[in-house]
């Protein structure tokens, strides 16, 4: 264990030097949650039946959740680069834990995020949203938050190690936008039909959306809702352990295997 925190750290450190000298894409990802935020929230605001500043405050967890599940496509993109330049092999002959190379992209992304969260919430007041909630289950959400973003992270490492193609990460990873869709991250699930509604409550994305929900006070549980959304908090737990549990494991196996 001391070992896999010694090598887990080095690779933590490389991941943070590698993502501070690319700050194009740091500014990228951090800007697009504002930018929706505001698109969202003025244009789609205004044509719904909750006011505009009761659709912000419905919003703003929404796409904190959305931005946490961005997870995917960033651990997907720079697994799959690594993999495709070489890097990945050169790091495997290195006499380091086989899950600290994987463990320390995820626990930077992770480091990344929360440093982001900053100017969204800041944002997120200046247009209406509040923490209704109090202090310590704001903290509650954001850590909830973070545990949703680690959890996602290694899903992307999976699937960025398995298909070692920069190009081919890029384009099955913007395919993952379609996730918050298909969830009650921008619009309540009850108004949906009754198969499409079924989805989106079975989706890992809207009960960690309505635990935030809940947690800061800005909406109260839906009745009669699939169980990870009417429990949101556990439900919201057991979904992140369960994703940890799949895709951590595989993820550190197809490191250690390669290309085979």
């Given amino acids: ?51 505009g500043e009761e659709y912000r405050s419905f919003l703003v967890p ?66 209406g949203w509040r923490v209704e909630g109090s202090a310590l289950r704001a903290a509650g959400a954001l850590a909830l938050l973070l545990l949703f973003r680690f959890a996602t ?13 920069e190009e081919a990460a890029g384009q099955l990873g913007g395919a993952t936008f379609v996730l918050p869709l298909l969830s009650n991250a921008y ?22 959306t309505t635990a935030l929900r809940d947690l800061f006070g800005n909406a109260p549980v839906p009745e009669g809702a699939a169980w990870p959304v009417a429990h949101p908090i556990a439900g919201s737990l057991l979904w992140c352990a369960l994703l940890i549990a799949v895709f951590a494991p595989l993820a550190v196996r197809r490191y250690a295997r390669g290309e085979g």
């Fill in 1 to 51: 264990m001391s070992m896999l925190a010694y090598d887990g750290t080095a690779m933590l450190g490389r991941q943070l030097r590698r993502i501070r000298n690319n700050p194009g894409l740091l500014v990228l990802t951090q800007t697009m949650p504002i930018t929706m935020l505001l698109f969202f929230g003025y244009v789609f605001g205004s044509a719904l039946a909750m006011p």
């Fill in 187 to 208: 619009i309540p699930a009850e108004g949906l039909p009754g198969w499409l509604r079924t989805l989106a409550e079975w989706n890992p994305i809207s009960a960690v």
């Fill in 62 to 127: 929404g796409l904190l959740v959305a931005t946490a599940a961005n997870g995917i496509m960033t651990g997907m993109f720079q697994a799959a680069q690594d993999a495709h330049r070489g890097v990945t092999d050169r790091l495997r002959t290195l006499p380091i834990s086989r899950a600290a190379v994987p463990l320390g992209q995820s626990i930077a992304d992770v480091v990344v995020t929360a440093a982001g969260l900053a100017p969204f919430l800041l944002v997120g007041l200046a247009v």
């Fill in 153 to 165: 992270t290694w899903i992307g490492v999976f699937l960025g190690l398995l298909t070692r193609n």
